[in-house]
């Protein structure tokens, strides 16, 4: 692992006899990153607020919570930053362009106009704003957050699914934050949005606490101090299983890991899990919990004590 993020791992077990059999370890890694020190020119953050108008958000003040909470957001805005909106029921509408916070009356004055209507497809709002953030407008921290109840009944269907549309861009430098409102909502869908899109997940049940967290991405964005952060672990042969809990992840055979890591992990090794944790803020900690499914017997003694196949970059 590198040396500007720290890390510690702390496992469940110390040691198996081998003549157990099929053994679950568990592995909890903490990453922090560093406190910024010294004031720098920050890069502009560029964000997209996503709100869901459905008729699902008129119960219990849901919008108009979400829409003052919008209003705050701007307030926090510097003139290089850039905001952009987009309003959704059955569809995903503009509200207004990417635009530099210069005038912010006139921004709290569109998100005033948002008013309830049908139904609700999350996925064709995270796709225009994805597009808008791909545009030539879209410069610096490149951030949505998604304000909804997560009940989605238009357009792509399932947690899953909808979880894969906010992580399509990830690479493209593109993260989504969603944030549940509502005693109401769909925990599982606004779970995967905010895993799978590199973000943070957060549940409000009193729409109040809408201002705080929204305050607390802008705040992460302009502190941002690494990009698209992930963990590869080598799996050997007396591993049987690997299980990340709460991150997207991508498992590639051991020839595949070998082009990057090196001609010795074919042979070594069994395959690699990547874990995408994405972007780390100044201070920042995060952990990750890992369960392995082992067979002790199996292990040779050349093999690596499995601390030591992860990787931090």
């Known amino acids: 692992m590198n040396n500007f993020l720290q890390h510690t791992i702390d496992s469940s077990v110390r040691a198996i006899p081998s003549t157990q059999t099929d053994v679950k370890v568990n592995f909890l890694i903490t990453i922090t990153a560093p406190k910024a020190v010294n004031a720098v020119e920050r890069a502009p953050v560029c964000t997209i607020l996503v709100i869901d108008k459905s008729g699902s958000m008129s119960s219990q003040n849901k919008l108009p919570h979400a829409i003052e909470a919008g209003q705050v957001l701007v307030d926090q805005l510097e003139e290089r930053d850039n905001l952009g909106i987009v309003e959704f029921d059955d569809v995903a509408t503009t509200r207004q362009e990417i635009t530099p916070a210069k005038d912010k009356e006139r921004m709290?004055?569109?998100l005033a106009g948002i008013r309830t209507g049908g139904c609700t497809n999350i996925s064709d709002a995270l796709i225009r704003a994805q597009q808008m953030l791909a545009g030539p407008a879209a410069q610096g921290t490149k951030r949505i957050l998604l304000i909804s109840d997560g009940q989605a009944n238009g357009g792509i269907i399932g947690a899953e699914?909808?979880?894969?549309?906010?992580?399509?861009?990830?690479?493209a430098g593109i993260t989504v934050s969603s944030i549940g409102v509502g005693l109401?909502?769909?925990?599982?869908?606004?779970?995967?949005?905010?895993?799978l899109g590199g973000g943070n997940f957060y549940h409000v049940r009193e729409a109040l606490e809408l201002v705080g967290i929204l305050q607390a991405e802008l705040n992460l964005a302009k502190e941002l101090m690494t990009r698209r952060t992930k963990v590869k672990y080598l799996r050997p042969a007396s591993v049987l299983s690997v299980k990340v809990h709460g991150y997207a992840t991508k498992v590639e055979n051991a020839e595949q890991a070998g082009k990057s890591q090196g001609p010795d992990v074919a042979s070594a090794f069994k395959d690699e899990t990547t874990i995408q944790v994405s972007d780390f803020s100044s201070g920042e900690i995060r952990q990750i919990l890992i369960e392995l499914q082992v067979d002790p017997a199996s292990a040779t003694e050349?093999?690596?004590e499995a601390a030591k196949n992860l990787a931090l970059g």
């Open 184 to 195: 109401d909502y769909d925990e599982a869908t606004m779970q995967k949005i905010g895993q």
């Open 108 to 110: 709290k004055r569109v």
């Open 161 to 171: 699914a909808i979880g894969n549309v906010a992580g399509q861009k990830r690479d």
């Open 302 to 304: 050349t093999e690596p």
